[in-house]
């Protein structure tokens, strides 16, 4: 097994400490600086093992599948933490997972129709917006100027996520029409 591949189940790996130290009870700053710590060095993974697979030609399947899939399971398990902890709306939660379900369906749609689909630069910006919105209100300081900024954030993560899904249904609209 390559790095890349390692640095990604490592990813699915820290989403049982994350979640854990998110909904432990009991555990007080401590566990709000170690779900931040565990979060940010899984989003950290993220980056590294793209750039370690395109660098060093190291592009498997399992790479291929499971980056994304550990990508989801990663946003999806803060979104739920956040929101069973109060500081996030489900309905945010429910609109930022239900895109990536969508966009998965196409991939996969995609994928059997020969079709790879790239990642656009709405998308890079929607999960540059969700990582920073997930440590910011995971932090939650009290102050009304961090509260205000972190709304704004989360507000932003969640139109990105919307504009990325319409790009990406729109660019993409020919993937679902019948073959023949």
Do not use: H
Not at 42 to 60: F, M, Q
Not at 78 to 101: D, P, V
Not at 139 to 148: H, V
Request: aromatic fraction near 10%; charged fraction near 15%.
């Amino acid at each position: 097994m390559n790095l890349p591949n390692k640095l990604t189940i490592l990813r699915v790996v820290l989403i049982i400490p994350f979640v854990a130290c998110m909904l432990m009870p009991g555990l007080g700053e401590a566990g709000v600086y170690a779900s931040v710590a565990f979060f940010v060095v899984a989003s950290l993974t993220d980056l590294l093992d793209g750039k370690i697979a395109r660098k060093y030609n190291l592009v498997t399947n399992f790479g291929k599948f499971m980056d994304p899939l550990a990508d989801k399971l990663l946003v999806a398990a803060a979104l739920i933490c956040l929101t069973a902890n109060g500081k996030l709306g489900a309905w945010i939660s429910i609109i930022i997972i239900s895109r990536e379900f969508i966009i998965s369906g196409f991939r996969l749609v995609a994928s059997d129709n020969g079709i790879v689909i790239a990642a656009s630069y709405w998308g890079k910006f929607k999960t540059t917006f969700q990582m920073l919105m997930i440590v910011m209100l995971i932090l939650d300081y009290g102050n009304k100027a961090y509260q205000i900024c972190a709304q704004g954030v989360t507000y932003i993560a969640l139109a990105l996520t919307v504009i990325s899904l319409v790009d990406y249904v729109v660019k993409n609209k020919g993937v679902l029409k019948e073959q023949k």
